[in-house]
């Protein structure tokens, strides 16, 4: 039953590389509605977004996201319907945790079909292994230079690449590998370590970082995506004002 969502989010990541942006989505939204429903769609070759006809219900469901709350660290839960994407695993023993946000939030273990990693520290990737048993059905991802750090079974993710209609961006620094990703429609990022909000919106922990101007560069590449809320392994999320925090931010480094 999970099958026809997740092809139309292929499909919508097929026509997002080859028409990109907005009119790729616009598209999609009319073709798959149509497929779906098998009702006439003469507009599905003239897309027009201000069309006054009562919406059909969506077939890409747009993003929401829920935190996973493990004291010092999160991990986070996205949801697109009754599938689910995880980014990142905690520490340790955070399996059940992860897996009472995902009850919750409707799709379960049995909804998961993407589960990314952002970086390799332990506190990032820590239950990878018990997610990736319990959502028997999700691929485990990684950036690249971090990928031979974690004993998973795990695909490399690379700068521009998508996955569950999110947008892949490298962010190096914290990690080589290090990986935010990014949601155009909603601007939700989840930034990993790349950003942190403990006392304030921050870079990358100094102490804990690999290369200081690489993550600043990452500071000022996640600025320019203007995100409305951004999603951070260390502190709370930033929801009020989140663009112009991270202008701000970019601008100080
Ligand atoms: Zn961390």
Redo the contacts with the bound molecule.
Sequence with gaps: MGLVPHLLIERRSLLRVAGGGAVGFAILGTAACGDDAAEPTEDAASPTEESPEPTEEPTVEPLSWERVDLGF?AAYVLVRGEEAAVVDTGVEGSAPAIATVLDDAGPGWAGVRHVVLT?K?P??IGSTSAVLTEASGATGYAGEADLTAIDADLQPLGDGEEVFGLQVVATPG?TAGHLSVFDPDTGVLVA??AL?NQAQLSGS?PQ?TEDEAAAAESVRKLAALTPSTILV??GPPVTDGAADALQALADSL
């Design positions: 660290v970086h520290h506190d990032h914290h990993g370590d942190a922990i804990f392994g260390h």
